[in-house]
């Protein structure tokens, strides 16, 4: 089992930054995959990033190519999003989510594959 703790939000002006982070429990954290997702208020929960075990192999959303950045550290049990040139349309409560068994790419940006997810933290870009 793994328990995961988000940290880093908050609110920001458009074209600004923001450096999310994902703390993780347990000693197995480099056997999952791990991911980024975000839920607007009315709307479903979608796809941020992934990146794979190793961290060598990392996924966007096109709405975030180019301005997001996945990364990961497995010595301190922690994935990271960096976002740049945030839009309002960003704007949204992000998870972090876990899975130990996802193995195909094509499975990464669904939601109900991940076993694992922690509780959330508010990003609110304004105008």
């Known amino acids: 089992q793994v328990q995961l703790v988000e940290s880093g939000g908050g609110l920001v002006q458009a074209g600004g930054s923001l450096r999310l982070s994902c703390a993780a429990s347990?000693?197995?954290?480099?056997?999952?995959?791990m991911g980024w997702f975000r839920q607007a208020p009315g709307k479903e929960r979608e796809f941020v990033a992934a990146?794979?075990?190793?961290?060598?192999?990392?996924y966007y959303a096109d709405s975030v190519k180019g301005r997001f950045t996945i990364s990961r550290d497995n010595a301190k049990n922690t994935v990271y999003l960096q976002m740049n040139s945030l839009k309002p349309e960003d704007t949204a409560v992000y998870y972090c989510?876990?899975?130990?068994?996802?193995?195909?790419?094509?499975?990464?940006?669904?939601?109900?594959?991940?076993?694992?997810w922690g509780q959330g933290t508010q990003v609110t870009v304004s105008s």
């Open positions: 347990g000693r197995t954290f480099s056997s999952y995959v």
């Open positions: 989510a876990a899975d130990g068994l996802i193995w195909s790419p094509a499975l990464l940006s669904r939601a109900d594959k991940y076993d694992h």
């Open positions: 990146i794979s075990r190793s961290g060598g192999s990392t």
